[in-house]
């Protein structure tokens, strides 16, 4: 299990965000890019201008993350926009198989994102319809919320699953992630992290970055006997 860090740009000053990715152009294996509807969530944030323009100017590989109340109808648009993940909400998609798959036919990974009270064993059958599962670690919709430790069980039973499935699924956890609750993310079985307010609030976001990764590998190979992670 491999260490990716995602920095979240809602943390980042959007007048500011070729810059702001550009600072973590070089550390960082994603940009985790929050899309808001005002309908999902009570936040309204960028939508599908914004990533096509990202695209253009950012280094790294676009992670969008749709809290938006119509899935079904956007998410292949990301996709085709140049995003190379897309994350719908297991909440609010009415189909999910066919927008996972129109995700994938775009030639992105296709993510299924759950809030902290959505179980995830009632939508194992997807698991080979997605190339990643989100799990929330706060209530969606605003960064600089405190991690939520109630998740944890679930993130370590997410794990059992995805290995009972046997196909390479990543796990990723988003929300309150930072130096105080990385590791325990990544010893529950967790190999994709965002991190919005530990990197942005940084006066050293590069350096935000390498220290949640160094946390990482390390709990992670404790996690998984010793063995380097990888
Ligand atoms: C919250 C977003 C997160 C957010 C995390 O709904 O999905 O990606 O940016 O921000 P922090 O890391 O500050 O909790
Ligand atoms: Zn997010």
Known sequence: ????????LLAADFARL?????????????LHVDV????????????????????RHARLPLDCHLMI????????????????????HAEAASAPVRTLRAIRAEGA???????????????????????MLLLMTVEPGFGGQPFLDLVLPKIRRARELISAYGGEVWLQVDGGVSEQTIER???????????????????????????LRNLAVAASAAHSGGRPAG
């Open 185 to 211: 993310c990544a010893a529950a079985g967790a190999d994709m992290f965002v991190a919005g307010s530990a990197v942005y609030g940084s006066a050293d976001p590069a350096g935000a970055v390498q220290a």
């Open 18 to 30: 070729a810059d702001e990715a550009d600072v973590v152009g070089d550390v960082a294996d994603w």
């Open 109 to 131: 990974r296709a993510g299924l994102a759950f809030n902290p009270g959505t179980p995830v064993p009632g939508h194992a059958d997807l698991l080979p319809e997605v190339d």
């Open 1 to 8: 299990m491999s260490v990716q860090i995602a920095p979240s």
């Open 69 to 88: 109340e119509a899935p079904d109808r956007w998410a292949p648009g990301y996709a085709e926009a140049g995003a190379r993940s897309v994350t719908i």
């Open 36 to 55: 808001m509807d005002g309908h999902f969530v009570p936040n309204l944030t960028i939508g599908l201008p914004v990533v096509e323009a990202l695209r």
